[in-house]
């Protein structure tokens, strides 16, 4: 009879099982409602009072461990879904059984499930600011790095510009040293040679015949024998009439054609040659069209002067009109 009641299950000992099974799951409902349950059959249950503590707490209840005094055990029976496996007995438990059952969880254990529970969003934290640190660090590193080898770069950059500058510094020199040539040219350029009185002759032609186009645009056609030496001052195409070299005359030829009077001029200039002698320049309209264009007894024809007229010119030259060579 003994053998069999050992073999007999411990219904106290299941009901535990399960309970711990729900707070592990974090079922504290269930948990708080079976320890309750095991307390009125066993009310010195150690294991249950913990758990219902653990429970109450978890659950938000600030409350001290409930002492139970014996009680009948209620006439109906205890739900089988709360308690699996217990049944209601009104027999007295071996309370030296229930508060060491075999296979239950000790309560340190239980500590330790509810440590490692409350660890867990700790160490999420934990992990967030790790996570966090390597994120700034690797920033940090990297505007280090570029930080660093661009002031390499213009360190490097500030140094070949200072190199080309020493190189340029040379031509520099070089170029002041020219200006003793520069001044050289400017006093050969006043020396008085056929060359030089030819660029003076072509550079006061190109003004006159500047003006006259200009004239032209404005009057459409050309200013008469009689007019030209005031009118295109007068008009503010010439500040002022070039004057020829000393012993020169320019001349200047108007004509008509289809289009109607003073449509078309030659301008002419002597020219020295390289053997010596003397040419003409001319420029405008045809010469050999037109072969009296120095003329100085036609109407249309006329010198360009800004203070001698053609008749102190013609009496000047014993009232000869100077022949060039053509």
């Known amino acids: 009879m003994d053998d069999q009641d050992q073999n007999t299950p411990n219904p106290i000992e299941g009901a535990l099982k399960q309970i711990q099974s729900w707070f592990v799951s974090g079922d504290f409902e269930k948990v708080k409602q079976g320890c309750e349950e095991i307390l009125h059959v066993s009310p010195h249950n150690s294991i249950a009072q913990d758990l219902l503590v653990k429970a109450e707490e978890k659950l938000g209840k600030n409350t001290t461990t409930p002492t139970f005094e014996p009680s009948p055990i209620p006439s109906h029976e205890m739900p089988t879904e709360a308690i699996p496996g217990m049944a209601s007995s009104s027999n007295d438990i071996d309370d030296d059984l229930i508060a060491s059952p075999t296979g239950a969880i000790p309560p340190e254990e239980m500590e330790d499930i509810e440590i490692q529970e409350e660890k867990k969003p700790h160490t999420l934290f934990i992990n967030l600011g790790i996570l966090a640190g390597l994120f700034v660090l690797g920033i940090g590193l ?17 140094v070949t510009d200072e190199t080309v500058t020493d190189e340029t510094t040379p031509d520099e020199t070089v170029t002041d040293e020219t200006t003793p040539d ?18 003076k002759r072509l550079a006061n032609l190109e003004a006159i015949e500047k003006a006259l186009i200009e004239y032209y645009d404005t009057n459409k056609q050309y200013p008469t024998a009689d007019t030209v030496n005031t009118v295109l001052v007068e008009q503010e195409f010439l500040t002022e009439l070039p004057t020829p070299l000393e012993g020169d005359v320019y001349t200047y030829a108007v ?44 109407l249309n024809v006329t010198i360009l002067h800004p203070t001698m007229t053609e008749e102190e010119y013609l009496n000047d030259n014993g009232g000869r009109i100077p022949r060039t060579d053509t």
């Open 142 to 158: 990297v505007y280090g790095y570029n930080a660093f080898f661009k002031e390499e770069s213009t360190t490097d950059d500030s």
């Open 182 to 199: 520069e001044t050289v040219t400017d006093e050969t350029s006043t020396i008085d040679t056929a060359s030089t009185r030819n660029e």
């Open 255 to 298: 004509y008509e054609n289809t289009l109607g009077p003073n449509q078309d001029y030659i301008l002419s200039a002597p020219f020295e040659n390289d053997d010596k002698t003397i040419g003409t320049w001319t420029t405008g309209g045809n010469r050999f069209e037109h072969t009296d264009y120095n003329n100085l007894s036609q």
